[in-house]
């Protein structure tokens, strides 16, 4: 099946620092990507829809000066977190969409522990 | 508006005996559908999903769901759970014209004992 990477697994930062988070396609072809924030024992929310070339499209009350993501290819997207703070400590989880799937079906990479201290 | 719902935040089973984990949702036409598995600190696995083909789908691991149409639902089974089941299963829908966007339930969490 197609695969996602997501690096770094884990990171731990000072307050005030931006943590940059890379989505990758490893086999496959990704021109939506999109990422998702889990708070521990909850479900995922997604927090913005990555189409490559383009902006990304952010969901109601994610700030996106905050969390900047770029698609600058077919098979990459990052996420940077800017100047974080320790609220923004979360598992971050990206997923990607096959350009030939039809059905909506997403791979979602392993997740990014995010701690910011 | 269109939701999933997944009717119990914990189930417990013990070994060897069979799992049912329940999932509706909310829609005047056929989605498709996921489940999804996810272990501790770890991303989603695709165990099975529904695309308007057959009603019952199997998965990966001995996991299966049948689609009921009358009664939207989309119920997870396993006719014997192993310790290595027990983790978090989330029912996800997604229809088309969402702009691709995943619908989740709240989850579920397996518990196997022995």
Redesign the interface.
Known sequence: ?AV?S?HPSRVICKSGTSVKIECRSLDFQAT?M?WYRQFP????M?MA?SNEGSKA?YEQGVEKDKFLINHASLTLSTLTVTSAHPEDSS?Y?C?A?DSGQG?????????T?LTVL | AQSVTQLDSHVSVSEGTPVLLRCNYSSSYSPSLFWYVQHPNKGLQLLLKYTSAATLVKGINGFEAEFKKSETSFHLTKPSAHMSDAAEYFCVVFWAGTASKLTFGTGTRLQVTL
């Open positions: 099946g996602v997501q939506t999109f024992k909850k479900s995922l997604l829809t499209t598992f989880i997923s969409r059905f909506g079906e997403q791979f979602f990479g392993p997740g522990r």
